[in-house]
């Protein structure tokens, strides 16, 4: 009997392998086929050209206006094994995006996920238009994310387990997440207070030797960070003064309001791209909270655990534990809400910064399907796919030069495809503003001999007395003529233009049409 069990447990594992590995694949396929479709992004060019430095002449001191070191070593190391090609820049995202699949599978093999949690988290994951388009993109952030999940998956399999090298891991997978970006302290702080809360109210209970396994995890995360903040230990001044460095830079930037939103511009992202997962987001949280008591369960605890300490002088409850898979519904919906107010709190509003939000928002969906009927479960999971599939293939793969959508935040227009031609035909040219990204990075191998970033603006005069037969003027820096040459203009980058929409935005929702807001080059060409 216990063998013809085991026989069908094996089954049905291998088909939910066998499904995952197909959404892998397709995960796979949607975030690195046509990486060339777009135009080079102003940061992915600048994080590309850094990583190309690195690699060929050894510079890099970190600045946290280009956050983290992890990111450029990382391309640095796939440009000296597979050469510098557009392609790599673009492939090295995508495969990062497409491992949170089979990082699933180890959370339902811990069983804090079940198997059709696992099924309609991967799927969502595979196809969700946000964490699809940001993988296609040469960023910090989906490498952070990446890190910062298997750092979760290590301390509750640590939990389960109590080995002692799933806090080594968790040290390791935090240090790699630490060495991208300056807010992953509040990420990590997110975490770690949850399970101080649920210690605390006896729900969770660490091992034995969790202090001696937190020195462990500690030591590995110092040494991490301690290599690549000091460029391999080339700079160790900057290890002590990184924290310093990144909390002045980026509160400069909070009080300066570069990309202000408001407190809820991001649940307005999830509405126009992530509809279903937000929606079933908010039933799985009725569902606890009300159905199941949830908050009732919050309050009795709470009056235990003070009646504890005033009565007993107890600082923590007597361990109880909650079911494995309804604490981490628990804590995945706690990650939800702190991460919504951290980044609807931070000024700067970029839609990249929604994948550290839509994640934990992943896995509080799945958790309303699991209270729904077979056939209900069946009709949900069709229509959530439907949208998904569409607003991802619209965002990622739609041939229009200009998408007028705000996932694309300022991003360069494919008009510059037409001005490259003309630098590769001239002899001298000059890029007059400190505006040139992207064509460092394109102009990379020729050494740049034949242009001149001069990062500034240039009299007429000198563009005479210097001999350029080819130049390139920012819209309000540049000149109405220059003798000899003839001016065409080209759109540099582009945005969602909310001034031309926001009298329309029903219309807008359905049709995703409008005019883009942009800046523009003029190119003058010598006659």
Same mark, same amino acid.
């Given at each position: 009997m216990f063998t013809k069990v085991a026989k069908v447990a094996k089954k049905h594992d291998s088909v939910l392998i066998g499904t995952l590995l197909l959404l892998f694949l397709i995960g796979l396929c949607v975030r690195v086929i046509y990486p060339d479709l777009r135009v080079f992004h102003i940061d992915e060019a600048i994080h590309a050209w850094m990583s190309y430095e690195l690699w060929m002449n050894g510079t890099y001191i970190y600045d946290p206006k280009f956050h983290g070191p992890f990111l450029y070593y990382l391309m640095a190391a796939a440009f000296s094994i597979f050469g510098d090609t557009d392609a790599i820049v673009r492939l090295i995202p995508g495969i990062a995006g497409a491992c949170f699949v089979p990082i699933v599978y180890l959370l339902y093999k811990i069983s804090y996920i079940s198997k059709n949690q696992s099924l309609v988290v991967a799927l969502f994951i595979t196809i969700s238009p946000h964490l699809v388009y940001f993988s296609r993109f040469? @960023?910090?952030?989906?490498?952070?994310? &990446? /890190?910062?999940?298997?750092?979760?998956? =290590?301390?509750?399999?640590?939990? !389960? @387990?109590?080995?002692?090298?799933?806090? &080594? /891991?968790?040290?390791?997978?935090?240090? =790699?997440?630490?060495?991208?970006? !300056?807010?992953?302290?509040?990420?990590?702080?997110?975490?770690?207070?949850?399970?101080?809360?649920?210690?605390?109210?006896?729900k969770v209970k660490l091992p034995k030797a969790w202090m001696r396994d937190s020195v462990i995890a500690f030591v590995a995360m110092v040494s991490i960070g301690y290599m690549f903040y000091t460029s391999l230990f080339s700079h160790p001044e900057i290890f002590f003064n990184a924290t310093h460095m990144g909390l002045n830079y980026w509160l400069g930037i909070q009080a300066e309001c570069r990309l202000c939103g408001p407190p809820y511009w991001y649940i307005s992202m999830l509405v126009l791209y992530?509809?279903?997962?937000?929606?079933?987001?908010?039933?799985?949280?009725?569902i606890w909270f009300v159905r199941k008591n949830g908050l009732k369960r919050i309050k009795d605890l709470l009056s235990s655990y003070l009646v504890e300490v005033r009565h007993h002088k107890r600082f923590s409850l007597p361990y109880k534990p909650l079911s494995k898979q309804e604490l981490f519904f628990i804590f995945c919906l706690y990650w939800f809400i702190l991460s919504a107010f951290l980044y609807g709190f931070v000024n700067e509003k970029v839609p990249w910064l929604l994948i550290h939000q839509l994640l934990p928002l992943v896995f509080v969906a799945s958790y309303a399907l699991e209270e729904l009927s077979k056939r209900k479960i069946k009709i949900a999971v069709v229509l959530c796919t439907l949208y998904l599939c569409v607003m991802m293939v619209h965002v990622a793969f739609i041939p229009i030069s200009d998408l007028h959508e705000p996932i694309v935040q300022v991003q360069n227009s494919e008009q510059l495809r037409d001005i490259m031609p003309y630098i590769d035909t001239a002899q001298n040219v000059a890029i007059v503003t400190v505006q040139y990204w992207p064509f460092p990075w394109y102009y990379r191998d020729t050494g740049n001999n034949n242009i001149s970033f001069y990062g500034s603006w240039l009299s007429p005069e000198e563009i005479y007395e210097r001999g350029f037969d080819?130049?390139?003027?920012?819209?309000?820096?540049?000149?109405?003529?220059?003798?000899?040459?003839?001016?065409?203009?080209?759109q540099r980058s582009y945005w969602f233009n909310w001034d031309e929409q926001k009298e329309r935005l029903v219309e807008w929702f359905f049709l995703r049409n409008g005019e883009v807001g942009y800046d523009w080059y003029d190119v003058f060409r010598k006659e």
């Open positions: 040469f @960023r910090h952030d989906i490498f952070q994310l &990446l /890190f910062v999940f298997l750092c979760i998956v =290590c301390i509750f399999a640590y939990i !389960e @387990r109590k080995k002692w090298y799933f806090s &080594l /891991f968790a040290g390791v997978f935090a240090a =790699c997440a630490l060495c991208l970006k !300056e807010e992953v302290p509040a990420t990590l702080c997110i975490i770690l207070s949850f399970l101080g809360i649920m210690v605390v109210l006896g992530e509809l279903p997962i937000l929606v079933l987001g908010i039933v799985s949280a009725y080819l130049v390139i003027a920012y819209n309000s820096e540049s000149y109405l003529e220059l003798d000899g040459f003839t001016k065409e203009s080209y």
